[in-house]
């Protein structure tokens, strides 16, 4: 099943209603890059993005991260450290509101 998404569809099957891929998670609105920071929860995930923020008085940049909590389908077997892309869904919970739909790298 097609996700609007130009993303190469997981091998493995699941029976999770909110897999985009195998379930009836429709994906909509903005997409994100960025490393898993945390797999301890059930099913989430936390995906940290760094970007820098310039800083008028002193003429630099200083990094910031967001640390965005997003679902995990358990067909692509999420480990901390991967490169992941996510996209925006409607909320599933209180707190999340992105789905993983591609795993673009390993530990680096």
Do not use: W
């Not at 609105?29 to 936390?46: I, N």
């Not at 991260?65 to 909320?91: F, K, M, N, Y």
């Amino acid at each position: 099943m097609a996700i609007g998404l130009n993303v190469t569809e997981p091998e493995e099957p699941c029976s999770d209603q909110n897999c985009p891929f195998h379930g009836s998670l429709a994906v909509r609105g903005q997409t994100l890059e960025g490393t898993v920071a945390s797999t301890a929860m059930e099913k989430t995930v936390v995906v940290e993005r760094e970007y820098d923020v310039r800083v008028p008085k002193y003429d630099r940049y200083m990094k910031r991260r967001s640390r965005i909590p997003a679902h995990a389908p358990p067909c692509l077997g999420l480990a901390e450290g991967d490169q992941v892309r996510i996209a925006e869904t409607r909320p599933l919970s209180k707190t999340k509101s992105h789905v993983v739909v591609e795993i673009l790298g390993g530990d680096e």
